[in-house]
Nanobody, 123 residues
Framework: QVQLVESGGGLVQAGGSLRLSCAAS????????MGWFRQAPGKEREFVAA????????YYADSVKGRFTISKDNAKNTVYLQMNSLKPEDTAVYYC????????????????WGQGTQVTVSS
């Protein structure tokens, strides 16, 4: 069992930055690949970024490529999402997730989810 707790969300103006953190407890963090997803009101939860178990390989949705960076610190049991050049369309609840797969980009491939953190970008 893995427990995930996100933090770092908030209100920011367009063009600004935020860094989300996701702290994991439970089984060995380095055994899990991690992902970030987001869900805007009235929309499906969508993939944002993923990182493999070792933290070497990363994957991004086209909508955030070049603006967001996912990273993983196995020593701190934490995954991060650095978000730069934020846009109003980035407004959503952001969720981190863990999977025992080597890496994953689909919701159904993730085993554990956090409770989410709200990100609001004003224009």
């Amino acid at each position: 069992q893995v427990q995930l707790v996100e933090s770092g969300g908030g209100l920011v103006q367009a063009g600004g930055s935020l860094r989300l953190s996701c702290a994991a407890s439970g089984r060995t963090f380095s055994s899990y690949a991690m992902g970030w997803f987001r869900q805007a009101p009235g929309k499906e939860r969508e993939f944002v970024a993923a990182i493999n178990r070792s933290g070497v390989s990363t994957y991004y949705a086209d909508s955030v490529k070049g603006r967001f960076t996912i990273s993983k610190d196995n020593a701190k049991n934490t995954v991060y999402l650095q978000m730069n050049s934020l846009k109003p369309e980035d407004t959503a609840v952001y969720y981190c997730a863990a999977t025992s797969r080597i890496v994953a980009v689909l919701k159904r491939e993730y085993d554990y989810w956090g409770q989410g953190t709200q990100v609001t970008v004003s224009s």
